[in-house]
């Protein structure tokens, strides 16, 4: 994975130097001429500005996404479309922000038309050179397990991450090896000849943690846990994330407190019934507590008992109100109450109903490890895999694992910036 990281720093050094091309092309198109060093420096401060915004976007859009590449005529849409959304912005940071001392039109437009082009350009090349290189070499034991196998083919259909999973060992520049096969004293011997002889070993739950950004919940023991997870470690990175926390939600409360009034008219014109809905979510710890949000349904909505189904577009318990609440999450303001109260976090895993969670905790082990942190209006689950019914839970909780495992301040930023995409495209709810 370290050449999969070196592949995404060369894409974003890629870009930057790309960028300052488009504008000193766009400069001399502009005025017929090499720019002059008083008309380059003019323009270069507000332009590192507006290109580190831009960089922003590409990451909210998913542009550094090695892993998750699209089709060639796909990702050329998304570029073309990223980089409309970043001139637009750019465009009224422009004319509101007077610090730039800038308001360019003309340049603008020749810049970011050349850097759209130039952009698709350098990532068909990258990626072009990524699929035709030269792969590591990757040996699966446990081929006969379902999640190896299944992972196996899941590098074999993405050859830009640079490995090629092969079924002799001796053709292997890695060695992939379960946790079983660590505790085979007669098997450890031989995989230590094999790292003597050059090769690498690498445990799976390591290698497919980095790949994938989750971890494989059915392939790990309890020991497991015992060497990833502590807690101390993290104390001063909680005690900072809880600062945050109370900032965000005073930051929120203010437009929450403004638009309350008129969420509360909406929902009582559309619908019968109370403005806020109440419903008991298991935190930190196991405790119960009570979520508090705009209430986006017909009163009557769960008169059959709990349903974990994710809402289809045509549920008709929705109420028209309501459905443009959830599009654009205004239902889940009031919650900035609970962030207060200590009880919610902005970053975290989903807070699932008392009743879902002790039939989870009977079917899915290690389900109880989720308590370990405070549940999340957002999360690297919610971003990563958008489902939400029973099924899906598994899966939710290998990427919860991940981040109670890794939880930083950086990682946080990450969710926060992606959580922007998944509430512009309006998935995940």
Same mark, same amino acid.
């Given at each position: 994975?370290?050449?999969?990281?070196?592949?995404?720093?060369?894409?974003?050094?890629?870009?930057?130097?790309?960028?300052?091309?488009?504008?000193?092309?766009?400069?001399?198109?502009?005025?017929?001429?090499?720019?002059?060093?008083?008309?380059?420096?003019?323009?270069?401060?507000?332009?590192?500005?507006?290109?580190?915004?831009?960089?922003?976007?590409?990451?909210?859009?998913?542009?550094?996404?090695?892993?998750?590449?699209?089709?060639?005529?796909?990702?050329?849409?998304?570029?073309?479309?990223?980089?409309?959304?970043?001139?637009?912005?750019?465009?009224?940071?422009?004319?509101?922000?007077?610090?730039?001392?800038?308001?360019?039109?003309?340049?603008?437009?020749?810049?970011?038309? =050349? &850097?759209?082009?130039?952009?698709?350009?350098?990532?068909?090349? %990258?990626?072009?050179? +990524? @699929? /035709?290189?030269?792969?590591?070499?990757?040996?699966?034991?446990?081929?006969?397990?379902?999640?190896?196998?299944?992972?196996?083919?899941?590098?074999?259909?993405?050859?830009?991450?640079?490995?090629?999973?092969?079924?002799?060992?001796?053709?292997?520049?890695?060695?992939?090896?379960?946790?079983?096969?660590?505790?085979?004293?007669?098997?450890?011997?031989?995989?230590?000849?094999?790292?003597?002889?050059?090769?690498?070993?690498?445990?799976?739950?390591?290698?497919?943690?980095?790949?994938?950004?989750?971890?494989?919940?059915?392939?790990?023991?309890?020991?497991?846990?015992?060497?990833?997870?502590?807690?101390?470690?993290?104390?001063?990175?909680?005690?900072?994330?809880?600062?945050?926390?109370?900032?965000?939600? =005073? &930051?929120?409360?203010?437009?929450?407190?403004?638009?309350?009034? %008129?969420?509360?008219? +909406? @929902? /009582?014109?559309?619908?019968?019934?109370?403005?806020?809905?109440?419903?008991?979510?298991?935190?930190?710890?196991?405790?119960?507590?009570?979520?508090?949000?705009?209430?986006?349904?017909?009163?009557?909505?769960?008169?059959?008992?709990?349903?974990?189904?994710?809402?289809?577009?045509?549920?008709?318990?929705?109420?028209?109100?309501?459905?443009?609440?959830?599009?654009?999450?205004?239902?889940?303001?009031?919650?900035?109450?609970?962030?207060?109260?200590?009880?919610?976090?902005?970053?975290?895993?989903?807070?699932?109903?008392?009743?879902?969670?002790?039939?989870?905790?009977?079917?899915?082990?290690?389900?109880?490890?989720?308590?370990?942190?405070?549940?999340?209006?957002?999360?690297?689950?919610?971003?990563?895999?958008?489902?939400?019914?029973?099924?899906?839970?598994?899966?939710?909780?290998?990427?919860?694992?991940?981040?109670?495992?890794?939880?930083?301040?950086?990682?946080?930023?990450?969710?926060?910036?992606?959580?922007?995409?998944?509430?512009?495209?309006?998935?995940?709810?």
């Amino acid at each position: 994975m370290v050449g999969n990281r070196l592949r995404k720093i060369i894409l974003l050094a890629g870009d930057i130097a790309l960028l300052y091309l488009s504008l000193f092309a766009a400069l001399t198109i502009r005025y017929g001429s090499v720019p002059s060093e008083e008309l380059w420096k003019i323009h270069a401060l507000p332009f590192f500005f507006i290109y580190l915004l831009w960089m922003i976007i590409f990451y909210i859009a998913g542009l550094y996404e090695i892993e998750k590449f699209i089709s060639f005529s796909e990702l050329r849409n998304r570029i073309f479309k990223t980089m409309a959304t970043a001139g637009a912005l750019t465009v009224l940071l422009f004319y509101l922000v007077p610090f730039f001392g800038i308001t360019p039109k003309t340049n603008l437009f020749i810049d970011v038309s =050349i &850097a759209a082009v130039l952009l698709w350009l350098w990532r068909k090349m %990258f990626f072009n050179h +990524a @699929i /035709k290189s030269r792969k590591i070499k990757i040996f699966f034991f446990g081929k006969d397990i379902k999640e190896i196998s299944d992972f196996s083919e899941y590098l074999y259909q993405r050859p830009q991450l640079g490995y090629d999973p092969v079924s002799f060992i001796k053709f292997a520049d890695i060695i992939i090896i379960p946790e079983e096969i660590r505790d085979d004293g007669e098997m450890a011997r031989e995989l230590y000849e094999m790292a003597l002889s050059g090769k690498t070993i690498i445990p799976f739950d390591k290698f497919y943690e980095t790949v994938m950004g989750k971890i494989p919940v059915s392939l790990i023991s309890k020991k497991w846990f015992l060497g990833n997870l502590s807690e101390i470690s993290k104390q001063n990175f909680e005690k900072t994330k809880r600062v945050f926390d109370v900032v965000m939600a =005073i &930051a929120f409360a203010v437009p929450t407190i403004i638009i309350t009034p %008129f969420a509360a008219i +909406a @929902i /009582k014109l559309n619908s019968s019934g109370q403005v806020f809905y109440r419903q008991k979510r298991v935190g930190k710890n196991g405790k119960v507590f009570e979520i508090v949000k705009f209430r986006s349904m017909v009163a009557d909505a769960e008169k059959n008992g709990a349903e974990w189904e994710k809402p289809g577009k045509n549920d008709r318990r929705i109420t028209f109100v309501g459905n443009i609440f959830r599009k654009t999450r205004i239902d889940e303001l009031p919650q900035i109450w609970n962030v207060l109260k200590g009880e919610l976090s902005f970053v975290g895993p989903r807070p699932e109903r008392p009743e879902f969670v002790r039939e989870l905790e009977e079917r899915i082990p290690h389900y109880s490890m989720r308590y370990l942190v405070k549940p999340g209006l957002t999360g690297w689950a919610q971003i990563n895999f958008s489902e939400a019914a029973a099924k899906d839970a598994p899966e939710k909780l290998q990427y919860d694992l991940y981040y109670i495992k890794n939880r930083s301040i950086l990682l946080e930023l990450m969710i926060l910036l992606k959580t922007t995409m998944v509430v512009l495209s309006r998935k995940g709810k």
